[in-house]
């Protein structure tokens, strides 16, 4: 099993800035990739951005490009998320998500991923 818990979440004016953190804890060895996806009030959870381990390859929604940057410590438990010039609809509850399987992988799909965290809320003041 995985564990993941996310932090930093919080308010922030337009134009500003926010980190969110992802720790994972369990069986960390078997993480393949890392993924943040968001859900905005009677929106369906997004994808974001995601780390894979292979390579180090990183991907991003075309919202977001540009403005969100993810990456990943040295340990490999831990996954950032650095978020600038935050727009309002970047408002959402933020979802970190682990992929313990390998192989091929759709960095996009929610179903690709095996452990999630219970998310903290980014909120976007106009």
């Known amino acids: 099993q995985v564990q993941l818990v996310e932090s930093g979440g919080g308010l922030v004016q337009a134009g500003g800035s926010l980190r969110l953190s992802c720790a994972a804890s369990?069986?960390?060895?078997?993480?393949?990739?890392m993924g943040w996806f968001r859900q905005a009030p009677g929106k369906e959870r997004e994808f974001v951005a995601a780390?894979?381990?292979?390579?180090?390859?990183?991907y991003y929604a075309d919202s977001v490009k540009g403005r969100f940057t993810i990456s990943r410590d040295n340990a490999k438990t831990t996954v950032y998320l650095q978020m600038n010039s935050l727009k309002p609809e970047d408002t959402a509850v933020y979802y970190c998500?682990?992929?313990?399987?390998?192989?091929?992988?759709?960095?996009?799909?929610?179903?690709?991923?095996?452990?999630w965290g219970q998310g903290t809320q980014v909120t976007v003041s106009s």
């Open positions: 998500a682990a992929d313990r399987r390998g192989g091929s992988y759709n960095p996009a799909a929610k179903d690709e991923y095996d452990y």
């Open positions: 369990g069986r960390t060895f078997s993480i393949y990739a």
């Open positions: 780390f894979s381990w292979s390579g180090g390859r990183t």
